[in-house]
């Protein structure tokens, strides 16, 4: 955001300082393996990869959005790490509270919607809704970009959101029976000859195009959120260029985290598609631990 501020975008020094030491040889090997590949495979559709991918330079070899992502993977785990600091139950710090605030909402979440059994899935739930979040309160900070503002960024990771559940679903309940759940409800022969299939059909593609919105609405909202707040900056400049982007912080730090628990939800749901536990005892004990899940959570926030 405040490098929309001063008027468009600008690469950060650190993309910059990366590209000097190392884009010279990151260049070289594109230009000798990668580039003619994807030429090679845009050439069907009659384009190229400089038409799709932009100019191939030595300043551009190693893109922003791919460090600002390596640098949101090691805050990520840089954060945590402070925040747990040294655990106590007897004299708790506020990070302390406000990571096991987070832990237990996430907890009461994943339980909420997959069930008691769900919470085998938390820990990589967790690092969905960590990085996410992360990655989306990076644009708010001076040199910085958030890499979920480029579409590639979004697309790996409704890609892996994908993989996970689908792997989820093939590990419980086997090949066949995860494609199985796909064709709806048990019909009578004769109606089902020609609904099931249809049904199959449809549930396919919903499931295929998963990873497209995905990544669609998290990248649309986030990169809306930046183009927002340069056109604002920019009304009347240099005075809206510092305090209109200050006033609108509480606002971006909204929108980051609805897009986060949006990501999140919506792969806990996938999840709870493909993944059953024992019914009788979630039906039993969900919502007792879900409740005192809700009720700590409330408690340590």
């Not at 070289?28 to 030429?39: E, R, V």
């Not at 996970?164 to 009578?188: D, M, Q, T, W």
């Not at 669609?216 to 959120?225: E, G, H, K, S, T």
Request: overall charge negative; proline content about 5%.
């Amino acid at each position: 955001m405040f490098l929309l501020s001063e008027g468009g975008h600008h690469t950060p020094l650190i993309v910059e300082f990366v590209n000097h030491y190392i884009g010279k040889p990151v260049y070289d090997f594109q230009m000798a393996y990668t580039k003619p590949l994807w030429d090679k495979l845009f050439s069907k559709f009659g384009t190229n990869a400089e038409a799709i991918f932009g100019p191939y330079t030595v300043e551009t070899a190693v893109p922003w959005y791919t460090i600002m992502f390596v640098i949101a993977c090691i805050l990520t785990m840089v954060v945590i790490w402070i925040m747990k600091g040294k655990l106590s139950s007897e004299d708790p710090k506020a990070s302390q509270l406000t990571l096991e605030a987070g832990f237990l909402a996430l907890k009461y979440m994943i339980v909420s919607v997959v069930g008691e059994h769900g919470y085998r899935y938390f820990p990589v739930v967790a690092t969905f809704a960590t990085l996410v979040l992360i990655s989306n309160l990076m644009g708010l900070f001076p040199m910085f970009m958030a890499p979920t503002a480029h579409i590639s960024v979004t697309f790996a990771l409704g890609i892996s959101s994908f993989i996970y559940y689908n792997s989820v679903g093939i590990s419980e309940n086997g090949v066949l029976k995860h494609l199985g759940h796909l064709a709806g409800p048990k019909l009578p022969l004769s109606i089902g000859i020609v609904i099931t299939p249809l049904i199959f059909s449809i549930e396919l593609i919903s499931n295929m195009i998963r990873p497209l919105t995905l990544s669609i609405r998290l990248f649309a909202n986030m990169f809306a959120d930046e183009q927002i707040s340069m056109q604002i900056s920019g009304l009347y400049a240099p005075f809206t260029q510092f305090f209109l982007p200050v006033a609108l912080l509480p606002l971006a730090v909204f929108v980051a985290f609805v897009q986060t628990l949006v990501f999140t939800l919506l792969s806990m749901i996938y999840i709870s598609e493909v993944t059953h536990g024992d019914h009788g005892h979630d039906e039993e004990h969900a919502e007792d631990k879900a409740e005192e899940a809700h009720a700590e959570a409330v408690a340590a926030a």
